[in-house]
């Protein structure tokens, strides 16, 4: 079992950046792959950008791509999401998930990860 707890939302102005945080609890956060999730009014959770367990393979949805950038500590057991360049279409809620099976890919589908946080709201304003 994983427990996560999202942190680093806020409201920002177009083009400036924030960083989220995803904290783990367990000692097994190595053993997942992790991905960041976002979830706008009316619409469907989509992928943002994943990373495997090591952190050595990420994937990202190709509208933030060159503009976010997802990293891991295995050390303290958190996954982070710099995000930078915002634009007001990024509004949304953030949600960290694990995912157990994937050793070095990275997986996109909501339908595959085993645990999600509560998430963080980001809104960038025009």
């Known amino acids: 079992q994983v427990q996560l707890v999202e942190s680093g939302g806020g409201l920002v102005q177009a083009g400036g950046s924030l960083r989220l945080s995803c904290a783990a609890s367990g000692r097994t956060f190595s053993s997942y792959a992790m991905g960041w999730f976002r979830q706008a009014p009316g619409k469907e959770r989509e992928f943002v950008a994943g990373i495997s367990r090591s952190g050595s393979v990420t994937r990202y949805v190709d509208s933030v791509k060159g503009r976010f950038t997802i990293s891991r500590d295995n050390t303290k057991n958190t996954v982070y999401l710099q995000m930078n360049s915002l634009k007001p279409e990024d509004t949304a809620v953030y949600y960290c998930?694990?995912?157990?099976?994937?050793?070095?890919?990275?997986?996109?589908?909501?339908?595959?990860?085993?645990?999600w946080g509560q998430g963080t709201q980001v809104t960038v304003s025009s």
């Open positions: 998930a694990a995912e157990r099976r994937s050793n070095t890919m990275v997986v996109v589908t909501t339908a595959q990860y085993d645990y």
